[in-house]
């Protein structure tokens, strides 16, 4: 088996794989408007080859269900509830909002430019109430000249994840609609954080009934600030919030995956075929 996990490794993915190619798509790539048309072509031309289509959301089986005709297997996300779990005791109420928002300044798709630019106002006018708790890699030089009171955990290792999450008291996933998936709303949820998250489709699938997280449409800067603000003042709903993302991330098993990716290699090799027209 050979598996390509970018759009421009499907291609010798093919050609090396003895039984089955694999084409993991995490995120639909095509769909970047800084690519140069030559690159997009290029790139949706991956979508077309014969490798077995494993995506990480329903909404990626439906995006190339329609832009490509060909039928792809949903891989749930892995994931350990046993260690992102809520914390033994919470943290002391002290006032302030403990706001988790991660990823890199610059990467769009993530959204956290436009996610600080919209909540700096509420920081301000609550005194500091509103802590930003900033997990990235690194931090540019226009990001902290922006917010430069940040509490920046840099280069966290994975094992540490579970305890930073389970600090704060609220998640916020800003991402734009490319988002595949969106693993550390799963990972907030699995602490029995609250989230609020852009309404785009990765996010609707994870929590479609709204149980587990305020939805506000990407880029709406004055409905996350409403959002994080009402969760601000209201810890009973971050309380239950909380809890139904705990369920939900209860969901994401192992054996889940396993099973699914098992499913998916012992279909009828016709289904991994185009869509008959």
């Not at 290792?157 to 930073?164: C, E, Q, R, S």
């Not at 029995?192 to 305020?214: F, K, N, Y």
């Amino acid at each position: 088996m050979a598996v390509g996990t970018l759009a421009p490794t499907v291609a010798p993915a093919v050609e090396i794989a003895e039984r089955l190619a694999c084409h993991l798509c995490q995120g639909y790539e095509p769909g970047h408007d800084t690519l140069e048309p030559a690159g997009r072509e290029a790139m949706r031309a991956a979508y077309d080859l014969p490798a077995l289509k494993l995506v990480v959301s329903p909404h990626l089986v439906r995006t190339l269900r329609d832009r490509h005709g060909v039928e792809a297997r949903w891989i749930p996300q892995p994931f350990e509830p046993d260690l992102f779990r809520p914390p033994e005791r919470e943290r002391a109420d002290d006032g302030r909002l403990r706001v988790l928002v991660s990823g890199h300044w610059e990467l769009e798709v993530k959204g956290v430019a436009w996610c600080l630019r919209a909540l700096r106002p509420l920081f301000e006018s609550t005194g500091g109430g509103i802590e930003i708790v900033r997990l990235s890699l690194d931090a540019d030089e226009e990001e902290l000249a922006f917010w430069p009171e940040a509490d920046r955990r840099r280069h966290v290792a994975p094992a540490d994840v579970p305890a930073l999450i389970q600090g704060v008291d609220l998640c916020v996933g800003p991402s734009s609609p490319l988002e595949g998936f969106g693993l550390l709303a799963l990972e907030a949820m699995g602490c029995a954080r609250p989230c609020v998250l852009t309404d785009i489709p990765s996010h609707r699938d994870l929590d479609p009934e709204g149980r587990a997280s305020i939805k506000v449409p990407f880029g709406d800067g004055e409905a996350l600030r409403a959002a994080v603000e009402r969760l601000w003042r209201d810890r009973n709903l971050r309380r239950r919030l909380g809890r139904a993302g705990r369920t939900i991330a209860g969901t994401y098993t192992e054996r889940r995956t396993g099973e699914a990716l098992m499913q998916a290699f012992a279909a009828d090799p016709a289904d991994q075929q185009k869509i008959e027209t």
